[in-house]
């Protein structure tokens, strides 16, 4: 009980801090705010003082037949109106301005930061959950910091000024009439408070009913393929109709509720017209402020039930809040040194000394690597599904940092230079190919934007791309990813390796995985690789033979441990785990007659292409 | 090229999703042919509606007795210090209170309840048509704009049925209500009062329509937010490879500081309209003031009239206001009816026959009799196939991208119909039998990985969701992906993450493989279901499924010439037809594309020492 009471009390703590923090990002636009705040407090005392005017021409002008005095406070109530009006579209203005651009500040910050978290981050993040953090919940801080503090200000001061004016005028009905008030304020905020969960967990249903969609749809074929239809649609229907007994608890809740909040307010006007009548019948009051008086409750009435209607909002924002601060807090664990030095152009020599590293800290991914690449040597990986070749070579680009050992380029440590000169001088083509949507050129000339039209074209030719490039209805200005035109997956890693070739790096680290591309397009492939490898220090997945037998350098990894090291030739000879490999993986087995005696013939055609 | 389906809808991501159900909230705000259908949902619940309506009418009545008996009450009691009057007067008002909150309540609710429930059904109806749809209208519609079909626009129509009707009926009530009590009081004051009406209603109509373009303008806006963020997550690691950080970054800032001066420009407007509202009120309320005052002091009018006429004027403003927000509600509605209801109007391609009969159990025996397909409108992608599989046959499907294999499998599983020729299983034409009972005994591991978020175990067991434990485990095994499962923190409890970012591509594949094995299919079908696995877990896993395919009919596709080497016989798919057939050898000795496709893959390879 203690503990969950402790516990209560922070996550407290814990919302009132987001809220506060939230306010912080108020600061840069104090101008706007500052003028918003005057501007209220200028409608509130409008708000106010007009039913006096209007108690002035009922007592005065009708009352006592002044038709000057009628006409005067006419005149003066519409132009006070018309006052207000400016007053109010100013505050909702300029709090407009504020809330807005605190969205658009922390969605700067959030995109600021998100760029520079590491690969660890991203490999964990879901692009859902970010966007949807980006996108509703910085909305509903915007909120908070806009309407909702406008509301609060706005509330509060209309409360205290109409109380103080009621009591000014007949302390006794004031009372009377004010009473049902703290009723209103407490039912209000119990209302609210009942809601809250309940909206919360609409909410989350709703998300499970779009996910348990989402997967259906993009499933559909598996969904098929398998029969499951009706299953899926009676999962689909039993978190329909869990979603609906929600809603129904919650249009039950907003159904005895509002009328009653309603019926709550008005109470206090028969008050006034009861008690007060009976006040103008004794003539301890005039009719004239008994008109005022209930014009004044029924101003009261509406910021009183807004006011009960923000405490959930306001809840809301500080979950939310919490939710976009803890990606602004997270630290990247890949970070800039602060004395991080300008690498100069560099040779290229790469050496590992007793790299580990562990995902999150916990999941061993490498033990122990050390080896050596000399400038313009072709290092190849081989190794199973998840022996750690992937991770060596993003250490490389430090996407991720080693957990112990340090990795040196041309003899500095990777970590004391500056990750953008150390970035630009490695290119990457993987195997699953990312394309931005827009045209062709800008996807090519990606790591160098001001790359021009005749560099961009041999980047092109040199990776095997120009001719279906040609072949496009806009050719270089054709656009493609989403909106755009479909490529291939062979198109796509042309264009990858254009895009590589154009940005003239140092290190190269490559796939030469092209399983999912036809033999023609492989072979394309393979002499655009080829070409890109040339006089730089490479680093090679290795799935091909030709491959193997060109490196200068073969990394044989097994569960995360660099278990051999030398040249096709040494180690078919020293390493017993490679010529295992070699022999069960690599050689195909031996098909009829034929193939060997035309294989043996296009070797030599192979050769000469190269 | 490729007409690979998984690629048609995973390529196309958010930016297009949003943007496409963006951009065209621009229905017209009335159509009756879609509102005339849509009220037809509410059929099942039109007692809840007429009790509503009713309920409504009185609290509407009731609402506008309020201001009247006050009205009594200043004229009649206290101007003549008629207490036990006043006593009177403030029960009545008490009870008349009561009734308004119990009406309303009870109809409130009654009109939620309809509302969520006719939501509720909407999408459960849609989820069902959903699954009834055959892959052709899968592969040409993005998921995104699917999803939002279900999801939003369906609580759109929601709104308009239950909020939007209903508002319309009561504020034109209201509204009418209060003229006539107005003009019975005094007609002269009411119709004095009434100038303010054409102003309102200009005002109301010219911020309608520029609203209506500011705001459409803003959805576009935060769209490209949407989508500029989706892209920059999902290329970030290309961008932080390429170091371009800084350029994504400025770009982002554009887009978002277009969004945010599209809504500032929007939002004021709206904060410009209100108090233009409030304004005009304010002058009617002068209106009465003056005119009535006058009319007071000439002893035409009594106090008690002005009063009442002051609190009808407040009530007169309000609904004119909520009207001009139904109509914006109005608008959208139409749109997302229609969008609804075109997706309700979308016919499945692949429908059971009338008289479609079971499926025997399947000995295997495959035919394809001069089958010719092409997708909806496109050009043929197969053109007189014939192809016969016999039973326990392992058949290869190779040849280039694009050149038809995977409709192959995709026809036999009836995923798609021919368009021309027919596909039999053992004689029956798939067409007369029904798909459940054909498809529970076909196994397809797809091209493109797909599992499901939830366990690992879930995922192998989506097919056969009875099975036990040691059965997932078995096929598990024999998929070879039992050791990298047993490795996960939460072995077979393991989530599979959203994208199954979790796991790789290669252990993916082995899942898929584990999946359709364990449904225990008598034909099964494997495309390309190897691809991203390394040769050694490849051979290890053909090795076992050769003991599994022992009695059972299995297509094969695959650019791996290890992978059909095996085959009891291997057809070469080229544009469309298949162009040579037979064996390893055969097909060797024959010298064609087959030879060519093989050196070209082998050359390397075969040299080896």
Redesign the interface.
């Known amino acids: 009980m203690v503990d969950e009471a402790s516990a209560a009390r922070l996550r407290e703590s814990a919302s009132t801090r987001s809220l506060l923090r939230s306010l912080t990002y108020l600061r840069p636009y104090r101008r706007q705010v500052v003028g918003a705040c005057l501007a209220l407090v200028a409608t509130n005392v409008i708000a106010i003082l007009a039913p006096q005017f209007i108690r002035w021409i009922v007592d005065r002008g009708i009352g006592q037949k002044d038709q000057h005095l009628l006409g005067l406070s006419v005149l003066s109530l519409i132009m006070v109106a018309f006052l207000k009006g400016v007053l109010t579209f100013a505050h909702g203005h300029w709090m407009e301005v504020a809330s807005q651009s605190v969205a658009y500040d922390l969605r700067n910050a959030l995109h600021r930061q998100l760029s520079t978290l590491s690969f660890s981050y991203h490999d964990r993040a879901e692009t859902g959950e970010i966007l949807s953090r980006a996108i509703e919940d910085v909305d509903r801080i915007r909120f908070v910091t806009g309407r909702a503090f406008l509301r609060l200000i706005d509330g509060g001061l209309l409360v205290l000024g109409t109380t103080a004016v009621l009591i000014w005028m007949n302390p006794s009905l004031a009372l009377l009439s004010l009473c049902v008030v703290p009723l209103l304020g407490w039912r209000a905020l119990y209302f609210g408070r009942r809601l809250r969960p309940l909206s919360l967990a609409i909410q989350a249903q709703l998300a499970v009913l779009t996910t348990r969609l989402e997967q259906n749809l993009r499933g559909a074929r598996i969904v098929k393929a398998f029969a499951q239809e009706m299953r899926e649609a009676e999962r689909f229907e039993r978190e329909n109709e869990c979603w609906f007994a929600l809603s129904e608890r919650s249009v039950r809740l907003n159904a005895v509720n509002g009328p009653l909040l309603d019926w709550i307010a008005s109470m206090g006007a028969v008050f006034v017209i009861v008690f007060g009548g009976y006040l103008v019948i004794h003539d301890r009051l005039t009719l004239g402020e008994l008109v005022a008086f209930s014009t004044y409750l029924s101003q009261l009435i509406q910021p009183v039930r807004r006011l009960g209607m923000i405490v959930p909002a306001l809840a809301l924002a500080s979950a939310s809040g919490q939710r976009v601060f803890e990606i602004l807090d997270t630290v990247s664990d890949v970070s800039e040194a602060p004395d991080a030095r300008h690498l100069p152009r560099i040779e290229g020599q790469v050496r590992f000394e007793h790299v580990s590293f562990a995902y999150f800290g916990r999941m061993r991914v490498l033990e122990d690597v050390s080896f050596e690449a000399r400038p313009g040597q072709v290092v190849a990986l081989l190794g199973a599904t998840g022996s750690g070749k992937s991770t060596v070579i993003n250490l490389i680009p430090r996407f991720y940092d080693p957990t112990a050992g340090r990795i040196l380029i041309d003899g500095q440590d990777i970590r004391g230079v500056s990750l953008s000169t150390l970035r630009d001088q490695i290119g990457i083509v993987l195997q699953e190919t990312v394309l931005f949507a827009s045209t062709v050129r800008e996807n090519i000339a990606f790591g160098r934007p001001g790359a021009s039209q005749q560099e961009i074209e041999a980047a092109a030719v040199a990776a095997q791309a120009a001719e279906f490039i040609r072949e496009m209805p806009d050719g270089y200005d054709t656009r493609v990813g989403e909106r755009g035109v479909t490529l291939s997956g062979g198109q796509r890693q042309r264009l990858a390796i254009a895009r590589a070739l154009l940005k003239d790096p140092r290190i190269l680290i490559l796939d030469d995985a092209t399983s999912s591309v036809d033999s023609d397009t492989e072979h394309l492939i393979q002499i655009a690789l080829q070409r890109l490898m040339q006089g730089r220090t490479s680093f090679v997945i290795a799935q091909r033979l030709s491959t193997l037998r060109t490196a200068d350098c073969i990394l044989l990894l097994e569960r995360g441990r660099l278990v051999a090291c030398g040249t096709h030739n040494e180690l078919i000879r020293t390493s017993g785990s490679y010529a295992e490999l070699y022999t069960r993986q690599l050689r195909p087995e031996v098909p009829g007659p034929g193939v060997s005696g035309r294989a043996a013939g296009t070797t030599g055609e192979d050769g000469q292409e190269e | 090229?490729?007409f690979s389906?998984?690629?048609a809808?995973?390529?196309?991501?958010?930016?297009?999703a949003i943007e496409s159900f963006g951009e065209s909230v621009d229905g017209r705000p009335f159509d009756p042919r879609i509102v005339s259908r849509l009220m037809g949902y509410l059929v099942p619940y039109r007692l809840h509606m007429a009790a509503s309506v009713a309920l409504m009418l009185l609290s509407a009545a009731l609402t506008l007795m309020?201001p009247y008996i006050?009205k009594v009450?200043?004229d009649e009691?206290?101007a003549t210090?008629?207490?036990t009057g006043?006593?009177r007067?403030?029960a009545l008002?008490?009870v008349v209170?009561?009734l308004?909150?119990?009406c309303?309540?009870?109809q409130?609710?009654l009109l939620?309840?309809v509302g969520?429930?006719v939501?509720?059904d909407l999408?459960?109806l849609l989820?069902?048509h959903?699954?009834?749809l055959?892959?052709g209208y899968?592969d040409t519609h993005i998921?995104g704009v699917?999803?939002s079909r279900?999801?939003h626009d369906v609580s759109v129509i929601n709104e308009l049925l239950s909020q939007g009707l209903v508002t319309l009926l009561g504020d034109s009530a209201m509204l009418i209500g209060t003229i006539a009590v107005m003009l019975s009081m005094s007609p002269r004051l009411a119709l004095l009062t009434f100038c303010v009406l054409p102003l309102m209603a200009l005002a109301t109509l010219v911020f309608a329509r520029r609203a209506q373009v500011a705001f459409r303008y803003t959805r576009v806006r935060?769209a490209a937010?949407?989508?500029d963020?989706?892209?920059?997550?999902?290329?970030?690691?290309?961008?932080?490879?390429?170091?371009?950080?800084n350029?994504?970054?400025e770009r982002?800032?554009e887009v978002?500081?277009e969004?945010?001066d599209a809504?500032?420009g929007a939002?004021?407007l709206s904060?410009?309209f209100?108090?233009?509202v409030?304004?005009l009120g304010?002058?009617a309320?002068?209106v009465v003031?003056?005119f009535g005052?006058?009319a007071?002091?000439r002893g035409e009018l009594t106090?008690g009239v002005?009063?009442a006429f002051?609190a009808y004027v407040?009530r007169f403003f309000d609904p004119i206001r909520e009207l001009s927000q139904v109509y914006a509600t109005m608008q959208a509605a139409m749109a997302g009816g229609e969008r609804v209801l075109h997706l309700l109007d979308w016919k499945p391609d692949v429908v059971d026959a009338a008289d479609a009969e079971q499926m025997p159990a399947i000995e295997g025996r495959i035919e394809l009799r001069n089958v010719s397909f092409a997708y909806r409108d496109g050009p043929p992608v197969l053109q007189g196939v014939d192809l016969i599989i016999d039973p326990g046959q392992t058949v290869a499907l190779v040849?280039?991208?694009?050149a038809g294999k995977t409709t192959i499998a995709n026809l036999i599983?009836r995923?798609y119909e021919p368009t021309d020729g027919a596909v039999l299983i053992d004689g029956h034409d798939v067409r007369s039998v029904t798909?459940?009972s054909?498809?529970?005994q076909?196994?397809?591991v797809?091209q493109e990985p797909?599992l499901?978020?939830g366990t690992v175990a879930d995922n192998v067991r989506?097919?056969h969701?009875d099975a036990s434990d040691e059965e997932v485990v078995a096929a598990t095994r024999l998929a070879n992906a039992h050791d990298?499962v047993s490795a996960l923190p939460q072995g077979y409890n393991t989530r599979v993450?959203?994208?199954s970012?979790n796991l790789?591509?290669?252990?993916r594949q082995l899942l898929c493989i584990a999946?359709a094995v364990l449904?225990d299919p008598r034909v099964l079908i494997l495309d390309?279901a190897t691809?991203?696995?390394?040769?050694?877990?490849e051979?290890l896993i053909q090795a076992a499924l050769r003991n599994l395919l022992h009695d059972r009919t299995a297509v094969v596709i695959a650019?791996?010439?290890?992978t059909v080497?095996h085959a009891d016989q291997i057809c070469v798919v080229h544009q469309g037809r298949i162009v040579e057939r037979g064996r390893?050898?055969e097909l060797?000795?024959l010298g064609g594309l087959y030879?060519q496709?093989?050196?070209?893959?082998?050359?390397?390879?075969?040299?080896?020492?």
């Open positions: 090229m490729s389906i998984g690629g809808s995973g390529g196309l991501g958010p930016r297009q309020a006050i009450a200043i009691n206290i210090g008629d207490t006043l006593l007067s403030g008002l008490t209170l009561v308004v909150c119990a309303s309540a009870v409130h609710y939620s309840w969520q429930r939501l509720a999408r459960s989820v069902h959903l699954q009834e055959s892959l899968h998921v699917t999803l279900v999801i935060i937010v949407v989508g963020l989706a892209e920059n997550l999902s290329g970030m690691r290309v961008i932080q490879a390429f170091a371009q950080e350029a994504s970054r982002f800032e978002n500081r969004n945010r809504l500032i939002l004021s904060y410009a209100l108090p233009a409030e304004l304010m002058a309320t002068c003031l003056w005052g006058q007071v002091l106090l002005v009063v002051l407040s040849g280039p991208t694009g599983a995923l798909q459940r054909l498809r529970r076909i196994g397809l797809p797909f499901f978020t989506f097919g969701p990298f993450l959203e994208g970012a790789s591509l290669g252990q999946r449904a390309e691809s991203s696995v390394d040769t050694v877990t051979s650019h791996r010439l290890s080497l390893h050898e060797m000795a030879r496709l093989c050196s070209q893959q082998l050359l390397e390879s075969e040299s080896a020492p």
